[in-house]
């Protein structure tokens, strides 16, 4: 066949493509088992995080099981799913399901005697998914600590969500009011309440007012969620109205 002709030259095209379209698919096969551990170890990370363990993504495993004594799965009405593996639900596939038809994911930590209960977040910043998780103390109204990430949040200002100073802001904050009311807690903007941490607020980040609102929503969102299972825990000290 003629070299200089456009058929050797489409023919070779041809090749070129599927030889470089096969050895791609080869190697995104062969880095599946890597890449499936790399996502559960920052998952296992994250969450220990929010308990004030920190731990490097590969060696999370151990202190994982170590400090998780729980991990249940309830649903919409706060009962156990004993058919459901809490740790290989997909907030991403729950939330495009009815509430009555969602598994929600529960982690239950001890620290040093300490008891801490850990939510999975997942929500909507700006541009695209936000997510995270936050523990609560033992009375289920205290935030022990919160972690958050995101998909595609503005680097220096919605993406800020990931920084230490802002998921800080959260600590020891309340989701419930003094009268026992589920309230959240809000990411306000033009925040004056200063070290308050009975006010259910923190400081927004400036110019990320939308992702702010996110952040908000899902902790309000997926916390409500969790009300009738908290409800029913005769050591709960603050009543889930």
């Known amino acids: 066949m003629d070299r200089n002709s456009n058929a050797y030259t489409f023919i070779f095209a041809v090749i070129l493509v599927a030889v470089v379209?096969?050895?791609?698919?080869?190697?995104?096969?062969?880095?599946?088992?890597?890449?499936?551990?790399?996502?559960?170890?920052e998952k296992m990370q994250n969450i220990l995080g929010t308990v004030g363990i920190e731990v490097s993504?590969?060696?999370?495993?151990?202190?994982?099981?170590?400090?998780i004594v729980e991990r249940i799965a309830?649903?919409?009405?706060?009962?156990?799913?004993?058919?459901?593996?809490?740790?290989?639900?997909?907030?991403?596939?729950?939330?495009?399901?009815?509430?009555?038809?969602?598994s929600f994911p529960l982690y239950v930590a001890n620290v040093e005697g300490a008891k801490y209960y850990i939510v999975p977040l997942r929500g909507k910043g700006?541009?695209?998914?936000?997510?995270?998780?936050?523990?609560l103390k033992d009375d289920v109204n205290t935030i022990k600590g919160a972690v958050?990430?995101?998909?595609?949040?503005?680097?220096?200002?919605?993406g800020e969500i990931t920084q230490?100073?802002?998921?800080?802001?959260?600590?020891?904050?309340?989701?419930?009011?003094?009268?026992?009311?589920?309230i959240g807690v809000s990411v306000a903007k033009g925040y004056q309440g200063g070290d308050n941490k009975d006010d259910n607020a923190v400081d927004a980040i400036s110019g990320a007012t939308i992702t702010g609102d996110g952040v908000t929503d899902m902790i309000s969102e997926r916390l409500e969620r969790y009300l009738p299972y908290f409800k029913n825990k005769t050591n709960v000290k603050v009543a889930a109205n």
Do not use: C
């Open 74 to 102: 309830l649903d919409s009405k706060g009962q156990e799913k004993t058919e459901v593996n809490a740790f290989e639900v997909d907030l991403k596939k729950e939330l495009k399901k009815d509430v009555e038809e969602q």
């Open 148 to 158: 958050f990430d995101h998909k595609g949040e503005t680097p220096g200002l919605g």
């Open 21 to 41: 379209a096969s050895a791609l698919a080869f190697a995104a096969t062969q880095l599946q088992p890597a890449q499936a551990e790399n996502v559960k170890n």
């Open 164 to 182: 230490v100073w802002f998921k800080k802001r959260f600590d020891d904050e309340k989701v419930f009011d003094e009268s026992g009311n589920f």
């Open 57 to 67: 993504r590969d060696s999370a495993a151990v202190p994982f099981d170590k400090y």
């Open 126 to 135: 700006l541009w695209d998914a936000i997510w995270g998780y936050i523990a």
